[in-house]
């Protein structure tokens, strides 16, 4: 079971499985998933990739559901049973998957990085707002590199949430994230979805555990009176 720290990322009724590289079993995934993965993909990517699938399954017998094929949209999500919300990550040694029920959360996005990760100090200039560039300029040279690390892993558990919603690709600089204790206050700057206009505002979620860096963003289902 994973640690509570990393159940409190999302709500209750979410799922979060982790699982090792090394349990990463091609064999118990479903035909259609398998002919997902090529061949010729390393060792490594294969056994993430099972290990990812697995996960999700494994959370969806949590929900209460009978695990069916993920399969994969043309864009590379996952494509999940239709009532079913979900993501996915892996880094080296370790894959994570969320799940919920449709009618409980609109949408899920999950990123795990490890923690020792180097990431190019250069890149800020590319994947940030004029406010995060401000931000990340004013940290002790010693912070930078966790600090962009955990700026880049909120915004692809952004991105993985937002995405299936309506398909509108958020490109890094799109959504503007503060720094809170637990994470990130994110805000767009584009409209991601008919009930997601600019300036809509929406958290991202971090912990670390092992040596690694999970971040979580959830989105609720929309008023029905919208
Ligand atoms: C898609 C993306 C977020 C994946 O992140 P990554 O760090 O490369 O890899 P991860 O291991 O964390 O995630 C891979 C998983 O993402 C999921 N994924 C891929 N494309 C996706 C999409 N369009 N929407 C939702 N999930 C997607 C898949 O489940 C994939 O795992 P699988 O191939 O085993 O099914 C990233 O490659 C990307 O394209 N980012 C650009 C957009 C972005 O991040 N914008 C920021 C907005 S503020």
């Not at 993430?48 to 695990?67: D, E, I, N, S, Y």
């Not at 979900?86 to 994570?96: D, K, N, P």
Request: proline residues 7%; hydrophobic residues 40%; contains cysteine.
């Amino acid at each position: 079971l994973p640690p509570p720290a990393l159940q409190k990322l999302f709500p209750d009724n979410c799922s979060l499985q982790i699982i090792e590289e090394e349990a990463g079993d091609l064999g118990q995934l479903f035909p259609e998933e398998r002919s997902i993965l090529s061949e010729h993909a390393a060792s490594s990517v294969q056994k993430l990739f099972a290990a990812g699938r697995l996960a999700a399954k494994k959370g969806m017998v949590k929900l209460g559901v009978t695990p069916t094929a993920i399969g994969r949209n043309e864009d590379r999500s996952p494509r999940w049973p239709p009532n079913i919300c979900g993501s996915i990550s892996h880094t080296q040694g370790l894959a994570v998957a969320v799940t919920a029920n449709k009618k409980d959360i609109w949408s899920l996005g999950v990123d795990v990085e490890r923690e020792d990760r180097k990431v190019n100090a250069r890149l800020i200039s590319k994947v940030g707002t004029a406010m995060e560039n401000e931000w990340f300029a004013k940290l002790e040279t010693a912070q930078q590199n966790l600090a962009l690390l955990r700026l880049l892993s909120a915004k692809e558990a952004t991105f993985k949430a937002f995405y299936p919603l309506e398909r509108v690709f958020l490109h890094f600089s799109d959504a503007e994230f503060t720094p809170i204790s637990k994470g990130f206050e994110g805000q767009l700057l584009k409209s991601a979805s008919r009930v997601h206009p600019p300036n809509t505002r929406f958290l991202v979620l971090q912990s670390v555990w092992n040596g690694y860096l999970f971040s979580a963003c959830h989105i609720p289902q929309p008023d029905p009176s919208l």
